[in-house]
């Protein structure tokens, strides 16, 4: 399955989609230092990583991939180019899923001892390395920007009015930017809408 040619859309799309993020605040007693790096880890503190700078985006999603593999309603996941994410403890491991739906290749990180999930990598963004944003020692130090993949969320998610939302992903096979859903002016659900129920990743 054809993979190439959308890795500087995905870029310049990533960086329409760093409109909002958060100027960074020092706060060194929630993991972050003073040269604006933050930390965060596995539950056990076997694996550990530091980050520099802000992430390029970060979004919500509740794709099906999102869910089954973290055992959650969906993940929330920070870009950050690979050279400003060091891992500092042990060696995460990773595991290989070939998209069914895509045909690319996704590659969760996650700590050999307690399971815990802290990153992954997608061959469609190779040039960065994925944070998982609640295992930071602060999870609260950046926003997300968006949530995507809509279509699979679980019936009882609210979404926030504030926050750009995507039926699927923010980007087309083709490398076109996606159209968000219609902004709302308060909390809403799929049901609200009258979505879902479409083809997932
Ligand atoms: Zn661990
Ligand atoms: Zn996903």
Known sequence: MAVAGAASDYIELLRTLALAIRPSTLRADKGETMTGMHEGGCLCGAVRYRVTGEPRTAFVCHCTFCQRSSGSAFQVLAFFPKGNVEFI?????????????????????????????????????????????????????????????????????????????????????????????????????????????????
Not at 91 to 102: D, K, L, R, V
Request: overall charge neutral; some cysteine; proline content about 9%.
């Open 89 to 201: 403890g042990a060696t995460p491991s990773t595991y290989e899923h070939q998209s069914p739906i895509h045909g690319r290749m996704l590659r969760p990180q996650f700590c050999a001892r307690c399971g815990s999930r802290v990153g992954m990598t997608a061959q469609r963004a190779s040039d960065f390395q994925l944070i998982c944003g609640g295992s930071f020692d602060d999870p609260n130090w950046f926003r997300v920007q968006a949530h995507v993949f809509i279509d699979s969320a679980v019936d009882w998610m609210t979404f926030p009015p504030d926050v750009r939302c995507y039926a699927q992903h923010f980007m087309t096979e083709a490398g076109a930017k996606e159209q968000p859903l219609p902004p709302q002016s308060k909390a809403w659900s799929k049901a609200d809408l009258s979505i879902g129920g479409g083809v997932l990743p």
